[in-house]
């Protein structure tokens, strides 16, 4: 399968860390903009002035979530990362975020 690399457009502005995480995870970027505008779960980011949102999976015997956090910046969101969980995640919980995406977006900066 080939990965098609997102573009930045008006709306939306693509880290290079939720590129690498889309092709980790065989994430689209079509799929991300989905969950981005259609979140079935809404909760405050790990990082400041983040959203973190997230849909689950149609999987019952295999229950998986998969989330995307961004920031709002203007008229234009910039997407800083997207990760599939496996599992159910609590609700009102801080948000499941897999320990090496945690340390990539602090050794990017995104996060302190």
Do not use: C
């Not at 573009?7 to 092709?23: A, E, G, P």
Request: hydrophobic share 40%.
């Amino acid at each position: 399968m080939r990965f098609n690399i997102p573009k930045n457009d008006s709306k939306y502005h693509w880290t290079q860390h939720s590129v690498r995480k889309m092709m980790f995870y065989g994430l689209t970027a079509d799929r991300v903009k989905r969950i981005i505008r259609n979140p079935r779960r809404v909760e405050n980011g790990v990082a400041e002035n983040t959203i973190a949102v997230m849909v689950s999976g149609s999987n019952k015997k295999k229950p998986t979530e998969v989330w995307a956090m961004y920031q709002q910046k203007g008229a234009k969101k910039v997407i800083i990362s997207a990760w599939r969980y496996l599992g159910v995640s609590p609700v009102g919980k801080t948000i499941p975020i897999p320990a090496d995406i945690l340390a990539e977006l602090k050794e990017d900066g995104i996060i302190e």
